[in-house]
């Protein structure tokens, strides 16, 4: 009997020893993989070299009171279990994988018991630290529904609520705006519109991939119609896009069109220029950017130019284009900017768009305060073998309406 007990206590504590070396792991490849920061926000002044202390005094030199405008960054870390059982789904493992890896990169801890908004009090503690003033706009994003209006919960992967993005933003009105997404095939959905363009935001995002939204669909021409009654602005990605739910497909440039000429002011978003259809993105993109038509409707953000399979495809063609800049806007698409893949230093050095010396004081930086991190890192970035960077005017001025 003492026997039997003495391996049962054996095989408990090898079983204790076992689970406490998995989670070792796991937190050091969400370390690894996902990115961690290592100092709060509010430090920066003291751990910081002083090296990456000029760099963020360059990046806010002769700004004259002018905030920095960010074009977007998301209200939340995906897809809560609140709004999962709203929709009548429970957690796909792939979402659960997925808001790990930003919530981590973010530095919440995926098991609080308000994960979200410990999301938003870090997100603020990042903008406060801020030298200069910042503004930003956060998003949300609605579920996929399928082509007879239904939703599906089981593709709907990173749904962010909409009153989750208006809720943040009245906390902190001064340096935050809202943008809804109310995806096309809702039977409600130009209730909907007209609804929040009464509540004052004017600003909805689509991510059609992911959320599996046919955009020569007439009820999508109906949506550009209560958008351009009500006066607002749509977020719409184009090029090669792949969603968490597996979801993958290409949004040509000229897709932007059809908005355009209903009326709606537009901001796009570039994803990949990869695919037999890449070729087209940049040169599609261009096109529309000529003509005088759109001059004051159509907008560029730089949401996740940075990443290293769209740098030689869409950031060098962006700075070849300097007679472009006035249209371009900055968005650091956090917190997906903030995980550790997201932006590899190494492969802006390789390519010949950032000084090698700079990537010591840049990772300081992350350690700190990721946000500040893609901010400055963009104001580093030049056209290979010459020293153009991207104006200030991309970067500072009053948020969009």
């Known amino acids: 009997m003492r026997a039997f007990g003495l391996r049962l206590l054996v095989l408990a504590v090898v079983l204790a020893g076992l689970a406490a070396l998995a989670v070792t792991l796991w937190h050091g490849a969400l370390d690894r993989y996902a990115g961690a920061w290592r100092h709060a926000p509010e430090d920066a002044a003291w751990v910081l070299s002083d090296r990456a202390r000029s760099l963020v005094d360059a990046a806010f030199a002769d700004v004259d009171g002018r905030p920095v405008r960010d074009g977007r960054l998301a209200a939340g870390i995906g897809f809560a279990a609140r709004e999962a059982d709203a929709l009548g789904g429970g957690r796909h493992p792939l979402a659960w994988l997925a808001d790990r890896v930003r919530a981590h990169a973010a530095g919440v801890d995926g098991d609080a018991d308000a994960p979200q908004a410990e999301y938003a009090a870090r997100l603020m503690r990042q903008i406060t630290a801020m030298p200069g003033d910042y503004r930003a706009r956060v998003f949300a994003r609605d579920a996929v529904f399928a082509a007879d209006g239904r939703a599906e919960p089981e593709r709907s992967l990173n749904v962010i609520a909409n009153t989750r993005a208006r809720d943040l ?96 002011r537009v901001v796009a978003t570039l994803g990949g220029a990869h695919g037999e259809d890449g070729q087209r993105l940049m040169p599609g993109l261009f096109a529309l950017l000529r003509e005088p038509a759109w001059r004051d409707a159509l907008a560029v953000d730089l949401a996740g130019v940075l990443a290293a399979d769209r740098l030689d495809e869409v950031l060098r063609p962006l700075l070849q284009h300097p007679q472009f800049f006035g249209r371009l806007r900055y968005a650091s698409d956090y917190p997906q900017s903030a995980i550790a893949a997201s932006i590899r230093l190494s492969a802006l050095v390789d390519g010949g768009f950032l000084d090698p010396a700079l990537v010591a004081p840049l990772r300081e930086l992350y350690d700190v305060n990721p946000l500040l991190f893609v901010f400055v890192t963009l104001r580093q970035v030049r056209l290979p073998a010459t020293e153009l960077r991207l104006p200030d005017g991309v970067f500072f001025g009053e948020p969009a309406s």
């Open 169 to 264: 933003a009245a906390r902190a009105p001064a340096q935050l705006g809202a943008a809804v997404s109310v995806h096309p095939y809702r039977a409600d959905a130009v209730n909907a519109i007209a609804g929040w363009a009464e509540a004052g935001i004017t600003h909805l995002g689509w991510w059609p991939v992911a959320q599996g939204i046919d955009l020569d669909d007439p009820r999508v021409a109906e949506a550009y119609a209560a958008m351009a009654e009500h006066g607002m602005t749509l977020h719409l990605p184009v090029g090669a896009r792949a969603a968490d739910n597996g979801a993958s497909g290409w949004v040509d440039p000229s897709a932007l069109r059809a908005p355009l000429e209903a009326g709606v």
